[in-house]
T-cell receptor, first 114, second 117 residues
Framework: KNQVEQSPQSLIILEGKNCTLQ??????????LRWYKQDTGRGPVSLTI?????NTKSNGRYTATLDADTKQSSLHITASQLSDSASYIC?????????????FGRGTSLIVHP | DAGVIQSPRHEVTEMGQEVTLRCKPI?????LFWYRQTMMRGLELLIY????????DSGMPEDRFSAKMPNASFSTLKIQPSEPRDSAVYFC???????????????FGDGTRLSIL
């Protein structure tokens, strides 16, 4: 069964510090991996997408990495801001003849304190 | 540019009642998705449509749940009869392209928070 495991479940850091969120998956065959940010009371917003051939991709202070061999991804946040407080969800899609089959992680809840 | 619009934002009703959630996707998007989010299970894909046609409804939990997309600009998710365990936040998302359009992100609405008493 396809699974996406995220760690830690929750994280509290001080403003200005860096942090790294982890995502391990067993989805196969792999199509792509997305990181979403979900603010409280809002819908998720896509931060970045990784395909099989990509090792790293940045979006401002967010940098995602992908190791397709070990089936691991990470999301690194640099110089955190209060607005980074949110849930970060890893979503891995399975390639299936044109169909869309996503598997969702349960998210990491990040709290940034001043 | 308007995003995905969901209504109502909040719904509180008694068990056994019919509940209808509504979604207006982003104009021009031809894929639409319904999700349910709970603390215990996270986000779960219920059903998705391509060009108004249901493609995969394997995530729909029971026959009490049904979804329709009568045209490109409107979709509904209906629960009849509702039960307390249906309490969750229901999200609608849309995306341009169909199938495994991996290069296009889904755009989510802000959800409907449903409470069944």
């Amino acid at each position: 069964k396809n699974q996406v495991e995220q760690s830690p479940q929750s994280l509290i850091i001080l403003e200005g510090k860096n942090c790294t969120l982890q995502c391990n998956y067993t989805v196969s065959p792999f199509s792509n991996l997305r990181w979403y940010k979900q603010d409280t009371g809002r819908g998720p917003v896509s931060l970045t997408i990784m395909t099989f051939s990509e090792n790293t991709k940045s979006n401002g202070r967010y940098t995602a990495t992908l190791d397709a061999d070990t089936k691991q991804s990470s999301l690194h946040i640099t110089a955190s801001q209060l607005s980074d407080s949110a849930s970060y969800i890893c979503v891995v899609s399975e390639a299936s003849g044109g169909s869309y089959i996503p598997t969702f992680g349960r998210g990491t809840s990040l709290i940034v304190h001043p | 540019d308007a995003g995905v619009i969901q209504s109502p934002r909040h719904e509180v009703t008694e068990m056994g009642q019919e509940v209808t959630l509504r979604c207006k996707p982003i104009s021009g998007h031809n894929s639409l998705f319904w999700y349910r989010q709970t603390m215990m299970r996270g986000l779960e894909l219920l059903i998705y449509f391509n060009n108004n046609v249901p493609i995969d409804d394997s995530g729909m939990p029971e026959d009490r749940f049904s979804a329709k997309m009568p045209n490109a600009s409107f979709s509904t998710l209906k629960i009849q009869p509702s039960e307390p365990r249906d309490s969750a936040v229901y999200f609608c998302a849309s995306r341009s392209g169909t199938g495994d359009s991996w290069d296009q992100p889904q755009h989510f609405g802000d959800g409907t928070r449903l409470s069944i008493l």
